[in-house]
């Protein structure tokens, strides 16, 4: 696992150091979802407000899902235009940044009730919190070696699906025992505010700073021949937009991230409209989407390490095939079937055969192509335009469903797996002719 160190130092106080990092990370950019999931939760109470306060119920729905979208592309804006600060400044600011903004922006959201203020506030919250995986990224590669990103990832990978589920299960708990929306804010923030104390107090930049061996990066990452680190933003752009395979991992995020959007934010929603369920249950059962997915990121993160070389590529067209068929099922669905399981069945596969292969692509391809030097604005770019497509999963999603139904909407995103499964196999053939010409 890359675990090296300097002079008289043990290697077990090395191994120590770096699972304090490791718990800091995971359980700061858990907290994180708390301050996301709240949304989604909160939407069918949310829209219940809106509606006795006069509001139409399509027309909340709809204004609900513009706040979420609005909310997207802020968090798409600092992913593209922000992250690179990780690269100049360090990973731990950034961080810190995250953990801070969701904080304040989550108190606000609570503040009253009026959609301008929602926007504002999930706006600041989403806009904060753009910069922190890319964060996270930095102090990794700065204290661990290559050989581990695969395994470091993918655990920290399994934070925020952990952080999901593990928020949805309890504020719809919160929900069944009488709690209102406000609540759930309130609780998102106060989990937020004790990370970010502890991150602040014992989270370190690097182990270099510790006393310990500089970390080993990918010898063949885009930079690893750089006469001298890059000291701008465009020495930092320029390799990665000039690398084909970097650019189909960016479009295999734009396809991902607006299924996974749609699915976090909406989950509930479909739940209690078409399904049946109470909000109560509606928030505990979404969080078989995220909870499915951790299952789904440890076992195809230990199954990329023994495909070799275009492991992970091979399991993303096999994976975004998959979700494209489990899509279609649950299309064809009925309406209010609270009483079948076939609607969760659906969305736990969709979680299974999706969450995987999307953890691979803001993380361990993101220090694959950048490195030390460049792995923030690497993970920025191509989570960035990831979520420019996810801004589709808010406002475009509500109008869908309000017109078409559900089952439209799950034909749509059919659909876009089906196009990634494309692009994925695209990779996965950039990949083998890279090892043909290395051979």
């Given at each position: 696992?890359?675990?090296?160190?300097?002079?008289?130092?043990?290697?077990?106080?090395?191994?120590?150091?770096?699972?304090?990092?490791?718990?800091?990370?995971?359980?700061?950019?858990?907290?994180?979802?708390?301050?996301?999931?709240?949304?989604?939760?909160?939407?069918?109470?949310?829209?219940?407000?809106?509606?006795?306060?006069?509001?139409?119920?399509?027309?909340?729905?709809?204004?609900?899902?513009?706040?979420?979208?609005?909310?997207?592309?802020?968090?798409?804006?600092?992913?593209?235009?922000?992250?690179?600060?990780?690269?100049?400044?360090?990973?731990?600011?950034?961080?810190?940044?995250?953990?801070?903004?969701?904080?304040?922006?989550?108190?606000?959201?609570?503040?009253?009730?009026?959609?301008?203020?929602?926007?504002?506030?999930?706006?600041?919250?989403?806009?904060?919190?753009?910069?922190?995986?890319?964060?996270?990224?930095?102090?990794?590669?700065?204290?661990?070696?290559?050989?581990?990103?695969?395994?470091?990832?993918?655990?920290?990978?399994?934070?925020?699906?952990?952080?999901d589920a593990a928020a949805r299960q309890s504020m719809g708990t919160l929900i069944e025992h009488g709690f209102g929306w406000r609540s759930l804010f309130y609780f998102a923030a106060g989990v937020a505010a004790v990370n970010l104390l502890a991150s602040a107090l014992f989270l370190r930049e690097s182990?270099?700073?510790?006393?310990?061996?500089?970390?080993?990066?990918?010898?063949?990452?885009?930079?690893?021949?750089?006469?001298?680190?890059?000291?701008?933003?465009?020495?930092?752009?320029?390799?990665?937009?000039?690398?084909?395979?970097?650019?189909?991992?960016?479009?295999?995020?734009?396809?991902?991230?607006?299924?996974?959007?749609?699915?976090?934010?909406?989950?509930?929603?479909?739940?209690?409209?078409?399904?049946?369920?109470?909000?109560?249950?509606?928030?505990?059962?979404?969080?078989?989407?995220?909870?499915?997915?951790?299952?789904?990121?440890?076992?195809?993160?230990?199954?990329?390490?023994?495909?070799?070389?275009?492991?992970?590529?091979?399991?993303?067209?096999?994976?975004?095939?998959?979700?494209?068929?489990?899509?279609?099922?649950?299309?064809?669905?009925?309406?209010?079937?609270?009483?079948?399981?076939?609607?969760?069945?659906?969305?736990?596969?969709?979680?299974?055969?999706?969450?995987?292969?999307?953890?691979?692509?803001?993380?361990?391809?993101?220090?694959?192509?950048?490195?030390?030097?460049?792995?923030?604005?690497?993970?920025?770019?191509?989570?960035?335009?990831?979520?420019?497509?996810?801004?589709?999963?808010?406002?475009?999603?509500?109008?869908?469903?309000?017109?078409?139904?559900?089952?439209?909407?799950?034909?749509?995103?059919?659909?876009?797996?089906?196009?990634?499964?494309?692009?994925?196999?695209?990779?996965?053939?950039?990949?083998r002719r890279a090892a043909a010409a290395l051979s």
């Amino acid at each position: 696992m890359g675990l090296t160190y300097a002079g008289a130092v043990r290697p077990t106080s090395l191994r120590a150091h770096q699972l304090r990092v490791v718990l800091l990370l995971f359980c700061g950019y858990a907290a994180l979802y708390f301050c996301r999931a709240d949304l989604s939760v909160a939407t069918p109470l949310l829209v219940d407000e809106l509606v006795a306060r006069g509001v139409g119920h399509a027309a909340a729905l709809v204004a609900l899902g513009s706040v979420a979208s609005f909310g997207v592309l802020a968090y798409a804006f600092g992913k593209l235009f922000l992250t690179w600060l990780g690269d100049v400044f360090g990973g731990r600011i950034n961080f810190l940044i995250g953990l801070g903004g969701a904080t304040l922006f989550t108190l606000l959201f609570t503040s009253g009730v009026a959609v301008p203020l929602f926007t504002l506030a999930f706006v600041g919250n989403r806009l904060t919190q753009s910069v922190a995986w890319a964060g996270l990224l930095k102090v990794s590669g700065k204290w661990f070696g290559f050989s581990a990103y695969g395994t470091i990832i993918g655990i920290l990978s399994v934070s925020y699906l952990i952080g999901d589920a593990a928020a949805r299960q309890s504020m719809g708990t919160l929900i069944e025992h009488g709690f209102g929306w406000r609540s759930l804010f309130y609780f998102a923030a106060g989990v937020a505010a004790v990370n970010l104390l502890a991150s602040a107090l014992f989270l370190r930049e690097s182990r270099t700073a510790a006393g310990f061996a500089e970390a080993e990066s990918n010898p063949l990452n885009l930079f690893a021949h750089a006469d001298r680190p890059p000291r701008r933003i465009g020495e930092l752009l320029r390799p990665l937009l000039r690398s084909p395979a970097f650019l189909m991992v960016c479009l295999l995020s734009l396809g991902c991230t607006i299924i996974r959007e749609t699915f976090n934010l909406w989950t509930p929603e479909y739940l209690r409209d078409d399904v049946g369920y109470s909000a109560g249950q509606a928030g505990r059962i979404s969080a078989i989407f995220p909870g499915v997915g951790v299952v789904s990121v440890l076992l195809t993160g230990w199954l990329s390490d023994r495909l070799g070389v275009n492991g992970r590529a091979t399991i993303m067209t096999a994976g975004l095939s998959a979700t494209a068929l489990a899509l279609i099922v649950l299309e064809a669905l009925p309406a209010h079937a609270a009483s079948s399981p076939w609607p969760v069945i659906a969305i736990g596969t969709i979680a299974f055969c999706l969450l995987g292969p999307y953890s691979y692509l803001g993380g361990a391809f993101a220090l694959d192509f950048g490195g030390k030097e460049a792995g923030a604005v690497s993970s920025g770019l191509i989570d960035g335009v990831g979520y420019l497509g996810a801004v589709l999963a808010g406002n475009v999603v509500a109008r869908i469903s309000v017109a078409l139904g559900w089952n439209r909407v799950f034909f749509v995103l059919a659909a876009v797996s089906a196009l990634s499964a494309c692009i994925a196999g695209y990779l996965l053939l950039l990949g083998r002719r890279a090892a043909a010409a290395l051979s």
